[in-house]
DNA sequence: AAAAACCTTGCACAGTCTGCAAGTTTTGCA
DNA sequence: TGCAAAACTTGCAGACTGTGCAAGGTTTTT
């Protein structure tokens, strides 16, 4: 079993579902899809703190990154065997990646009306999401870590960094 | 014609390239990863003189970069219809996010070896492969602008964020 | 209670991809 | 040169995904 997924049929999904193999495709576009089902977006509110936000602008992302891994850790499990999936199965990870995608363009446009430029905007959203996906990998292999600790993990990686490339000298 | 490959069968493109179906299944895994092929690593000898530099990190990465997208350059309308096919295939998006995710993980090893933190490392790696990514975006959706003049702004972006993320104020 | 809108299902079918068992070509070496 | 081994190509059968269509059933509306 490479996949977990690959050995399962649509027969057997529509089955256990109870209803027909037809019906399965009525709901959902294909297996994968149904499978790893759409991830949760960022809160509009949260969305909305980090438009309107004074505070640093770092403190400002933190805190929204912080509140959506703890609703992404509300869900632990799933998290988990959508990882195990996404991990072999490339159509999955495409899917998911769409998904993502819209999320960093919505966010994209939330960090442009708070500083004005798109390109910067377009970093910044891109490290904000990376930097979710880097704590999720980094919860996913290493042990007896929450996900708010891996994402703290991850957070320190990304100010380094930052400072590292707005510093002239190393 | 929402894809043009999805409108091209296998048997199609295996009778094009003058070998049966199965033939063609013997080369590639499958339609997309064939359609898009490998994309082309960063050079080996350009990740040696990052991982040796001692320019500011800022403009050892700027050079690793530059010298890529020229790679890129070189092959505008592969570029371009790969693009065409990652826009409107989720599996051949998934295949690519594999390729890059691979080369993500080999720049995280470089920025690791120069400045020792693996966090640290791998989010200047998500910044360099998005810096590539944005890019080719930019190139795509912005007429008469270069590849190179694309990765410019980019990485203008990149900068602007660096340091309004590692300053305390705005 | 009839009509309209909607949902589910079966069926046929096009397409992807794999395993297997030939057959064919290439390579290497005596 | 010539033959055996290795490597490659192919056809075929078959499992599986996903779609269009039309028939049948259910729910909602009037």
Redesign the interface.
């Known amino acids: 079993m490479q996949n977990g997924l690959e050995s399962l049929t649509t027969d057997e999904i529509a089955a256990a579902s109870g209803v027909s193999t037809r019906t399965f495709f009525n709901y959902y576009p294909n297996k994968e899809a149904a499978a790893i089902g759409h991830p949760p977006e960022f809160s509009e509110s949260d969305k909305e703190a980090l438009r309107t936000g004074t505070a ?3 403190a400002d ?1 933190k805190r929204l990154l912080g509140r959506h891994i703890e609703t992404l850790a509300k869900d632990e499990a799933i998290l988990r065997m959508v990882g195990k999936i996404l991990r072999c ?7 998911l ?2 998904f993502l995608s819209a999320q960093r363009e919505d966010l994209t446009e939330v960090f442009c009306s708070r ?1 004005g ?8 959203a ?2 904000a999401t ?1 930097a979710i996906g ?1 704590a999720i990998f ?1 919860w996913e292999h290493e042990d007896g870590i929450t996900l708010s600790q891996a994402l703290d ?2 957070w ?15």
């Open positions: 640093p602008l770092a992302i199965n490339e159509k999955a990870r495409g899917i990646d769409g500083i430029n798109r390109q910067t905007a377009a970093a910044l891109h490290s990376n880097g980094l993990r991850v320190e990686g990304l100010m380094d960094a930052s400072r590292l490339l707005s510093s002239t000298g190393e």
